[in-house]
């Protein structure tokens, strides 16, 4: 049975960083597209950044300015997302997703396999 993690999430100052990790169990992430997605409140699921497993390619949602990092620690079968300068409007449930073959990396319908959620809130 596949099974995703999330963790990292919390309340942080405009400013401000957090770590979020990934973690699955039931699947090796070599073999798997693993994306973060995030959602607002009243808002859809936006992709937030991509990696491959069998390459560490990776994408990232254009208007985040490369404050976002994401990277895969593959003893440990885990991935997480480096998020620093947050802003109020990075604030939501991040989820993250596998997949073994995307199309599209940004759209939820191409993932079959989706964690729980941590909330990350950005507020002074």
């Known amino acids: 049975q596949v099974q995703l993690v999330e963790s990292g999430g919390g309340l942080v100052e405009p400013g401000g960083s957090l770590r979020l990790s990934c973690t699955a169990s039931?699947?090796?992430?070599?073999?798997?597209?693993i994306t973060w997605f995030r959602q607002a409140p009243g808002k859809g699921r936006e992709g937030v950044s991509s990696?491959?497993?069998?390459?560490?390619?990776?994408w990232y949602l254009s208007s985040l300015e490369g404050r976002f990092t994401i990277s895969r620690d593959k003893a440990k079968n885990t991935v997480h997302l480096q998020m620093n300068s947050l802003k109020p409007s990075d604030t939501g449930v991040y989820y993250c997703?596998?997949?073994?073959?995307?199309?599209?990396?940004?759209?939820?319908?191409?993932?079959?396999?989706w964690g729980q959620g941590t909330q990350v809130t950005v507020s002074s």
């Open positions: 039931g699947l090796i992430m070599d073999y798997y597209v």
């Open positions: 997703a596998a997949s073994e073959y995307v199309v599209a990396w940004g759209s939820p319908d191409q993932y079959d396999h």
């Open positions: 990696i491959v497993g069998s390459d560490d390619s990776t």
